[in-house]
């Protein structure tokens, strides 16, 4: 069976507990965790080596790299300001 991709957009301090909920659920639900952030560094902090995990930096106003990101993953979930959310529900829906 494929792993599932969730795309998770934000590796902010409000994105921990959900990153780290996924990646405990990870091998029994087959599940691959994409977070996109700005800041790797972030990120890395988030997923610790996680073999699940994958980072990667993200500047959520460049549209080709956003939109191939979302276009690449089954699920999406935006950790985003709320001001963002938008952006990446028009890159779901497209």
């Known amino acids: ?4 991709r969730i795309l998770i957009v934000g590796a902010g301090r409000s994105s921990a507990a959900l ?11 087959k599940l691959k965790v994409i977070i996109a952030d700005i800041s790797v560094d972030n990120a890395k902090k988030l997923v610790k080596d996680h073999e699940n995990a994958i980072v990667v930096e ?3 106003f460049n549209v080709e790299s956003r939109q191939a990101l979302v276009k690449g993953a089954d699920i999406v979930i935006s950790m985003l300001p709320a001001r963002f959310h938008m952006e990446i529900a028009k890159d779901c829906l497209a």
């Open 58 to 60: 993200l500047d959520i």
């Open 1 to 4: 069976m494929l792993m599932r």
């Open 19 to 29: 990153v780290r909920y996924l990646l405990e659920k990870s091998f029994s639900e």
